[in-house]
């Protein structure tokens, strides 16, 4: 079943197209196309989710979650408290007291055991050497500080992967020193294994100890606590349509991560017309982000086992070939210990690259223009041999 959502050019948007087929934008050394509107877009439903009872839904059963009362809107939300516009219109949802919860079990069983399923801690880079299979091009933070959350409007590609293959293009947040970090990221992703299909999808990702006890997509272990009643913003919900390669149009999924300043919870936000309040990691399941995050990465991660050749990333095309064909990031924010939102600065970030240049790569020059502000383009086609 599909929806069909208008959406109105607006600072924040959730899967827009953009028009790219004006002017470059004058400075020769920039990769983006100025454009001037952003169009109607729709949505497409997935049918394999299951209506939960909130109070019932997987993130209850950790233990760490045994005394929780859910969190049905974060303290700073604008909308009046209650008002299904902070859940925005339901048009394919739960009934009330319900969530919708992704019902691939099967899959999900499976999956909890595989690598591709359980990442380890080469999440964090000074573990990437020595966990073959992965590999990541981000643009990382440097200032010495407590981030409170990070923002990004992302483009939305379909990829053709295999099974026990995923890429990813996401926004991390991290603390923690490596053998305990805590880590949450999310994005939108192609991972076969874990949906049985290639289409991509919002996707989550936590762990509270570097891997070792905790860590998981989605709702694959509990943890987060889904309350919006939608199905189209909950994890696992497919992104459509997406870009083609030489486009003149480009869609984008804007995405936020917040830590509410009251309960220390972090909210996933998907940014449209308005703020639509999807869920949560609880305060309680952490150590280190409790209390905020030290890095914040924007960019992709990719995994496949060291007998297959590397998925792509991004559009599939290495940045070099511009925005019309490459993966790119826009209107890329950070939230800093005062919990303002800022446009990220050149001098406050760096590249970080743990592969060859021909596999995948990272390029970033800071503004772009008005309409896309802090921007970067990133990806490529993968391959055989993309270790440094």
Same mark, same amino acid.
């Given at each position: ?16 197209? @953009?028009?790219? %087929? ?31 009872? @909130?109070? !019932? ?35 394919? $949802?739960?009934?009330?007291? !319900? ?32 966990? &073959? ?24 590609? #379909? ?41 991509? %999808? ?45 486009? =003149?149009?480009?869609?984008? $999924? ?9 309960? $220390?919870? /972090? /909210?996933?936000?998907?940014?449209? =017309?308005?703020? @639509? ?18 890095? @914040? ?7 496949? &086992?060291?007998?297959? #050749? ?8 290495? &940045? ?24 990220? !600065? &050149?001098? #406050?970030?760096? %590249? ?13 020059? $800071? ?19 993309? #270790?440094?």
């Amino acid at each position: 079943m599909d929806l069909i959502v208008f959406v109105i050019l607006s600072l924040c948007i959730t899967y827009c197209k @953009i028009d790219a %087929r004006n002017n470059s934008l004058q400075d020769g050394g920039h990769h983006f196309i100025r454009s001037d509107s952003l169009m109607k877009i729709q949505h497409q439903l997935d049918s394999n989710f299951d209506c939960v009872d @909130i109070y !019932k839904q997987p993130a209850l059963q950790n233990p760490l979650l045994k005394n929780h009362k859910i969190q049905l809107y974060p303290t700073f939300a604008n909308n009046i408290m209650g008002s299904k516009l902070s859940y925005g219109k339901i048009v394919d $949802g739960c009934s009330v007291g !319900k969530v919708p919860i992704y019902n691939r079990r099967k899959i999900y069983q499976k999956n909890i055991t595989n690598s591709s399923s359980r990442l380890q801690t080469d999440d964090f880079q000074q573990y990437s050497k020595s966990s &073959p299979g992965y590999h990541s091009v981000t643009l990382d933070t440097t200032r010495n500080m407590i981030f409170h959350g990070a923002s990004a409007g992302i483009g939305a590609y #379909d990829l053709s992967l295999q099974a026990n293959q995923y890429s990813m293009s996401s926004i991390w947040l991290e603390n923690g020193p490596p053998m305990e970090f805590n880590s949450i990221k999310v994005g939108l992703g192609v991972h076969p294994s874990l949906y049985g299909d290639s289409q991509l %999808r919002l996707t989550g990702h936590w762990t509270a100890d570097s891997y070792k006890k905790t860590g998981c997509f989605n709702i694959v272990c509990p943890g987060f606590v889904q309350v919006n009643p939608n199905k189209e913003y909950a994890l696992g919900s497919v992104s459509h349509p997406t870009s083609s390669i030489g486009s =003149t149009s480009k869609y984008i $999924g804007y995405i936020k991560i917040k830590q509410d300043q009251t309960t $220390g919870h /972090w /909210w996933l936000i998907i940014q449209t =017309t308005e703020s @639509i309040y999807a869920g949560y990691w609880p305060k309680e399941l952490f150590t280190h982000l409790s209390k905020g995050a030290s890095l @914040i990465r924007f960019g992709g991660q990719t995994y496949a &086992p060291s007998n297959m #050749d590397s998925p792509p990333m991004g559009s599939g095309r290495l &940045p070099r070939e511009k925005f019309r064909n490459s993966g790119f990031m826009v209107l890329v924010k950070i939230i800093n210990s005062e919990y303002n939102e800022f446009d990220i !600065k &050149p001098e #406050d970030v760096k %590249r970080y690259t743990d592969t060859n240049s021909d596999c995948y790569d990272l390029w970033y020059k $800071g503004y772009e223009g008005s309409q896309y502000k802090q921007a970067f383009l990133y990806g490529g086609p993968g391959g055989r041999n993309c #270790d440094i």
